[in-house]
């Protein structure tokens, strides 16, 4: 492959779209020359088949039927969803009933009489409580429905079944940079991280010296990407505010798709370079150094001092080469942003069988956004592996409950964005029905605070807000080398060091968005394709990603603002 700096110049300059991507799914149903023998990853694929019949432990996802316009999810359901937008007076003859609303597509309808007070049903799955009385044939959304709290059972691991492994000899491979340490990089950058905004400027101007020319007789570096952010000082010196910080700039710092690190700081930030280094036990060898600017010289000099420390770690870097990797090395973010009615149908259980089908690999999925599990958590503690990994899940809900978020409009509370709303989803409860489902139906191996290393192997949670640069910044620290993006109304998130996929819910917004995502999930939707075939291509565009093929948003050049960590604290 060609370095993703080049593949980006090469896509530009000829003003042409990426190179169609034909998924080895339809390549194993082509009958093959004679003695031509299927790749390892091909029959690994093929084998995949055998595993992916399992059902969701609480949420299935496999009952859905598509008739005409709508989709029914579970037998159970007092509503089905509009597949194409559903006129007034419309038949629907699947589901005995005459629609009474002009329902756009992705919304729900309602299939028998919900009086008020009862629950609405979604994959025989509470999401709500009608407000009013609704008749068969009415839309079902935020204006007849309440939002409230109700009583879940955890049953802590009482349906924690263990992931079948495949054996080492079985399992897919990419081609990724193995570092000194062990751990496996899918991308080779050098980063220069900030320890405080005060020298934000420095890093970024470090950063855009080494331009694709510049860098043009070190073809194995994917760049030189800053990673500043807007705190460091004003903030509590002590405690989780602090910690969370250091923790996340050390995993980036550590991180194994970076050659090498500069950490600069200021010198008087609340943020010390020093407090930094010994809380987080980072020490300056050949591949970390630290400037401080006012030691340094001041900004320019520090600029100029940055710029020749790159340099002299340029031949270095340039001599790290891909090697073939088991596929137990991938450690993916999972991340969804403007999510839409679609979300919980396509996108979301389709990357969910892709981290089935990665976990039986040895592989491990992130899956994050704490206030967008909240109301199916019950669903996640009873797959855990032990009473304790459930309960540090529920830890993390009662302090976001608790002691976060009290009195405050934000998701948790009840009400999603307006592009959530406008794509079909009536509050947090629907919103995480789907957004839950990206982590598959496998068991709950650990729980992880934010941006804390993940050392795991297969389904892992760890606690984020729900904003996608933040959630994913926390994933990255904590080891996740590939980020997975499902969207239905069309984010134009990117990230760095970790490339990003994105995987569009539906055809109409694929087409219309088709320069910033990887991936039509909505096939399902229009019946070309089911959800476990949707799942292996997603897996083997996991593998070809981490072998060094351009995702879109690094074809676009995404990913340089994005390092976002979380505030949690005070700012004075």
């Not at 432990?57 to 005409?68: C, F, P, R, T």
């Not at 839409?340 to 389709?350: H, K, L, Q, R």
């Not at 229009?526 to 070809?544: A, K, Y």
């Not at 060094?548 to 960590?565: R, T």
């Amino acid at each position: 492959h060609y370095p993703l700096r080049r593949q980006r110049q090469m896509c530009i300059r000829d003003r042409l779209s990426p190179v169609p991507r034909v998924s080895l799914v339809t390549t194993l149903n082509l009958k093959l020359p004679s003695g031509r023998r299927l790749s390892k990853n091909q029959v690994l694929l093929q084998n995949n088949e055998k595993y992916t019949n399992r059902k969701s432990l609480m949420i299935e996802a496999s009952e859905k039927k598509l008739a005409g316009a709508i989709i029914r999810l579970h037998p159970n359901d007092n509503i089905v969803v509009a597949r194409v937008d559903v006129a007034i007076g419309e038949q629907v003859p699947s589901e005995n009933f005459t629609s009474r609303s002009q329902v756009p597509a992705g919304y729900k309808i309602a299939t028998k009489r919900i009086l008020k007070g009862e629950p609405i049903l979604k994959y025989n799955v509470t999401v709500g409580f009608a407000n009013t009385d609704i008749e068969p044939g009415m839309m079902v959304h935020s204006h007849n429905t309440e939002f409230r709290e109700f009583d879940r059972d955890y049953a802590y691991a009482s349906e924690y079944k263990p992931t079948t492994l495949l054996p080492e000899s079985e399992r897919a491979t990419f081609q990724g940079y193995v570092r000194a340490n062990g751990k496996v990089g899918t991308r080779n950058f050098i980063g220069i991280l900030s320890t405080v905004n005060c020298s934000a400027t420095v890093v970024n101007k470090i950063a855009d010296w080494f331009t694709p020319e510049s860098l043009k007789d070190y073809p194995n570096i994917d760049g030189v990407v800053a990673f500043s952010h807007g705190i460091g000082c004003g903030m509590e010196m002590s405690g989780e505010p602090m910690q969370l910080l250091r923790r996340t700039m050390a995993g980036y710092a550590q991180h194994p798709n970076l050659a090498a690190a500069l950490i600069i700081g200021l010198g008087c930030e609340r943020n010390q370079l020093k407090g930094l280094m010994e809380q987080e036990a980072l020490q300056e060898n050949s591949t970390l150094h630290t400037f401080i600017m006012q030691e340094t010289g001041g900004t320019r000099k520090t600029i100029e001092a940055g710029i020749e420390a790159v340099k002299a770690l340029l031949p270095e870097a340039n001599k790290a080469k891909r090697q073939t990797v088991s596929a137990s090395h991938l450690c993916v973010g999972l991340q969804c942003g403007g999510s839409d009615g679609f979300s919980s149908i396509t996108a979301n259980p389709a990357l969910g069988a892709a981290v089935d089908i990665l976990s039986r690999h040895g592989g491990t999925g992130i899956l994050s956004e704490t206030p967008e599990i909240y109301g199916v958590e019950h669903t996640l503690t009873r797959r855990a592996a032990t009473k304790e990994i459930g309960e540090k899940l529920i830890k993390r809900i009662r302090w976001w409950k608790d002691e976060y978020s009290v009195g405050r409009d934000v998701q948790i509370n009840g009400q999603v964005s307006p592009g959530n709303q406008i794509g079909g989803l009536a509050n947090i409860f629907e919103k995480s029905l789907g957004s839950s489902m990206k982590g598959g139906t496998g068991p709950l191996m650990e729980v992880y605070r934010y941006a804390e290393p993940v050392t795991a192997k297969g389904f892992v949670f760890m606690d984020t807000p729900g904003f996608d640069p933040v959630s994913a910044t926390g994933q990255i620290a904590g080891g996740a080398n590939l980020i997975a993006f499902t969207t239905g109304r069309g984010s134009m998130f990117g990230s760095k060091p970790a490339p990003c996929i994105k995987l569009a819910t539906n055809t109409p917004m694929y087409q219309r968005l088709t320069e910033d995502m990887d991936i039509n999930c909505g096939e399902i939707l229009d019946g070309t394709v089911s959800v476990q075939e949707m799942g292996q291509r997603i897996f083997e565009l996991f593998l070809r990603t981490a072998s060094g093929e351009a995702s879109k948003s690094e074809l676009l050049g995404l990913g340089d603002y994005e390092f976002v960590p979380w505030q949690v604290g005070v700012m004075s």
